[in-house]
Each structure stands twice: as C-alpha cells, then as structure tokens.
C-alpha cells in the first residue's frame, strides 16, 4: 500500500523534457514507500523516493521502481508530484524533503541511439569523442568521471572542465574551511 500522489507541470503544457516518462504519460503516480491507502497500477506507476545526495547535500526525488531496479540513468525531466496528505507531508519532511509535500520526479531516461558506438555524456548529452594513435587504438576515451554533478555517471572533457572540476574545487574548499 503506498499514497497516491498528483503529477504537476507547467501550465504551458507544452514544455516538458520527461523524453516520454512516467509524468508525462500519468497524472498520478503511487508512493509505494509511504504510508498510504493506494495500491499501484497502470494508471499510476510505483514511485519511490530516493536521496544519493549528488552534490552532498540532501536531494530527495521520486523515481519509477521498475527503471531504479533495472539500475537505468534516471534523471530530473522538469515534473513534480505531491499532495498534501499529512502522512506525505511528513515523509517529504522526514526525508530531508522540506515541509510542502512535492518532490522532483526523475523519470527521463536517455537513450542512446540504435547501433550508436558512441557513449552520452550524462551532463551535456553529446557523445564523448574517443582519442586514437595512429593505428586506430584509443588513446583516451573521452569518458571522465562525473561525480559530483552526477554522482554515478561520465562526462566529455568539456563538461568535466567546465563543471565537474570546479564543483569538486568548490567542495574541497567548503571541506577545508569547515
Ligand atoms: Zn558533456
């Protein structure tokens, strides 16, 4: 039993970048981790929150169960879902999740293309370029760590220069003058 929850979006209707996710095809979903008198179905997909802290800070979001167990890259795709049932109010709260009762859903998921050799670059979305010598071996992959804008995932160079290593400065530095 979960607690069922109201998908909200922006009045304009049109905006949206959920790639085709749960928020964009449902106007409820099911909380499963919450108390609450709601079973999940078809027309309201299993949600969960989830809170792995990308920037070290809390984050709370909900997350499609089915995608999280498949461990697929899920990400913010611009939708929230909430109500304000007390016992949701005070999970949000209880998790970190401040005290109105909505939460981010993360239900974009990337695909890469079909037959694509080329691996996305989890910030930016382009492919990340391999390097290779003179006989075609790679040389350098392009892939970097992308930790801690995305905690689990890779980035190109470009965003690497441009955003994960100054975060990771940023946070040195709040860790040093603590
Ligand atoms: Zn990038």
């Not at 016992?87 to 079909?114: Q, S, T, W």
């Not at 905690?151 to 530095?173: I, W």
Request: proline share 8%.
């Amino acid at each position: 039993m979960g607690m069922l929850v109201y998908v909200y979006k922006s009045p304009l209707g049109s905006y949206h970048s959920t790639c085709d996710g749960i928020t964009h095809r449902h106007s409820e979903l099911c909380v499963v981790d919450c108390r609450g008198n709601f079973e999940p179905n078809n027309n309201r997909p299993a949600v969960k929150l989830v809170d792995d802290r990308p920037m070290g800070t809390p984050y709370p979001k909900l997350v499609p169960v089915d995608e999280r167990e498949k461990g697929t890259w899920l990400m913010f795709g611009g939708n929230y879902a909430g109500c304000s049932d007390t016992r949701f109010r005070d999970f949000c709260a209880e998790n970190n999740g401040g005290p109105y009762g909505m939460l981010p859903v993360f239900d974009r998921i990337e695909h890469k293309p079909e037959g694509s050799k080329m691996n996305l670059c989890n910030i930016c979305n382009k492919p990340m370029t391999p390097t290779f010598d003179d006989s075609g071996n790679v040389l350098l992959t392009g892939e970097n760590n992308s930790w801690p804008i995305i905690a689990t995932g890779v980035c190109c160079d470009r965003c690497e220069k441009d955003f994960v290593l100054p975060a990771r400065m940023k946070d040195a530095s709040r860790r040093a003058s603590k």
